[in-house]
């Protein structure tokens, strides 16, 4: 997979970025590769996430990070980390991404409320709208 691919991963085409630094390294972009295949399977039934990208990074002591954005069309942007050896392991890497969806999703649930709570003000009035 390069910069660029489309991969239908969810109910529509999303769309997949994966950075030069990724694709640089052929283990690693194996890696990657590997691990889009799991997160299709894993969010099959989503159709809240319309872009991902895939890049590197290093951790506080300088090792490397392989780092995966998710972009929530309601809620933004999620970052989940891995190390590179994470990437092998189905269960490690699941079990981070699902820790950081809910935390995404709880974002987006409360964004949600507050537009809600916005509209209801411009509706009736915001002295009115805390009642």
Known sequence: MKVGDRLSLWKFVMDIRIADRVT???ALSE???RANQWLEEWLSDS????????DTAEDDRGRPLVVLKLIDQ?????????APDELRRKYDMGSRLYRAW???LQKSARQQMERIHRSIAELVGPENAKN
């Open 24 to 26: 640089a390294d052929a």
């Open 31 to 33: 890696s990657v590769g």
């Open 47 to 54: 159709d809240r996430v319309d872009h991902a990208e895939w």
């Open 74 to 82: 309601f809620a933004g942007p999620i970052n989940v980390q891995y």
């Open 102 to 104: 809910g935390d995404l």
